[in-house]
């Protein structure tokens, strides 16, 4: 397979991840795009600007690209814990357009600014990699280490919490969950993910600019998750890989491929209504490569 | 020097188009309580029906190249036929998009999605068969109208003029059918619990059907009329105002008649106030105010505070 496809793919997945984090808890938010575009321009800014992060070899060195996505982490990080207290207080569809507004603002003040290169974006953003190969492999090690970070988290007292605010909200506050702080977390995860996802995107990209982050994103990642299933961390994952991966493996059906993309998107939520992967398959799945099913599935830790 | 009139005469014509837009939306919520993303593409399909109606011709790069309608009707006539061809298309999302996830009482959040696809799909349809350049409306369709009418020392573009009058006819005879007729009523009632409503035996499923209708020829009219004073700029054109219908909506309160008239006249005035060297901040603005609405008033300026229970 060709290794930029799979770069591409990859990027999807993480995403899908970030739209899944507060999903988990019962919380649309849309935000993803615009962590993401904060976390490609932080990378484009500093890697194009800041000569001290060049080093000295041929390729732009690794340990930059970590400190940019240290950096990201921080600033989206910061930037949701704020804007969560806020917006966080909304639910449902209203969580999810007050999200879309933050991104579309956002996106217009990218355009408008200088520094961020306007309309055009910033361009010959360096390469730590030689080849879209490198990339791959850098990116699914970072997709792996999230994944497992998901697994974890599905697993403990602030992931079980999550949980339960999704199927009642009050029910769970009642149970002595403080719900504001775990909204807020999952928030906050999401946003982290979108941020350090961005920097690996800006590099990959070679460019950036304010398109990256737009409505039509917002509804992408969406798309990913519903489609996937939002009960496992697996559900965003295979969503992310798959739909990013569909468009280009329908390149050979011209220009009825987007056509085909829309009716998939249609057609999936019919048959899959809770995402193709939900946490009954893959029960159903170890029992038939006969693994016994993990103790925590069903019972959890004190 | 623009005076004060004709700020608030273009900032009235534009927040009447997302008005009417955020008007489609409303309906569908406040009986699925579900937001029909496929909106913005029936909008855009109007726009092009009323162009073919007319007797505009497709340009070089569609599947349908070329063609041109044997008949070219008064764009009087063109326009609420392109309501009705789009009503019929909303009528035909609501039957792939949202009756099956009902039939099946699946989560409404699913709509999200299935409406998505649809919309993605009418989009790229079009590109497909008409391509993907802008069309406009020429300005003799309006006959022999002046192009800029004079009120009160402002120039106003004759299409705003035109466009304000249909939005308020639009808006009057919604607004008259909702709280007037036994049909409204019903719709209401729906609106309220779809439940209960049947029960008391209303047709749940023919109030919903009414309900895509109706938002279609909204639509479907809007799209005709704003490219008439804009142009069509291509199939994705219905997206921006998608968009910017989503923020009214929430503005004036989900669900809420009066409140998407409101939240439109609002963001398209406030829209006409940017000066116009900041001209590039102007959704920033509206989203802007969106998001301090939204802090201050999570339900919308008119819309009613959800309760909630375990």
Redesign the interface.
Known sequence: MDAGLLEQMLLGALLGLSVYLPLRCGQ?SLATPGFFAIGGTVAALLSTREPALAGSGSTYPITSVLLEMAIAAMLTGVLAMGLGR??L???G??LA??T???V??LR??T??LEFTGGALGIFGIPQPFDSAAGYASFTLALLALICWLCDRLEKTRPGRAMAAIRD????AA?QGINTADTKLLAFVLSALVAGITGVVAAHFFNSWNAKLGN??AS?TT??FV??GGSRTWLGPVFGGLLLTALPELLRPVG??R??V??????????FF?QGVVTPELLKTLKRRIRLPPTPTAQGGKP | METLLQVLFNGLSVGAVYALFALGYTLVFSVLG??N?AHGAIFTLGAYFTYLLIGGAVGANGLLAGLQLPFALPFWLALPLAGVAAAALALMVER??FR??RD?G??P??A???S??????LV??I??LVGAESYSIPVGTLGSLPAALSIAGAKVRSVQVILLAIAGLLLAALSLWIDGSRSGKALQAVSEDPITAQLLGINSTRMIQIAFGISGFLAGMTGGLVGLSVSIAGPYFG?GYG?KG??V??LGG?GSVPGAVLGGLIIGLAEACVPADLS?????VS??L??LV??IR??GLLGRP?S???
């Open positions: 649309l806020v917006v207080r909304l639910r569809i209203y357009i007050a879309i507004a933050l579309e603002i217009v003040v355009l408008n009642d909200d009050l029910a009642s409505f039509d509804i969406l798309a519903v489609f220009d009825l987007l056509i993309f829309g009716v998939v998107i249609l057609v999936g939520p019919l209504p | 579900v937001i993303f792939i998009a099956p996830l099946r699946s989560d959040l699913l999200l999605i299935t998505l696809g649809a919309g993605v799909i790229n349809l590109q497909l997206i968009l989503l923020g909506l929430v989900l590039g901040y102007k959704d920033a989203f802007g969106l998001f939204l802090l999570p339900q959800q909630s229970k375990v």
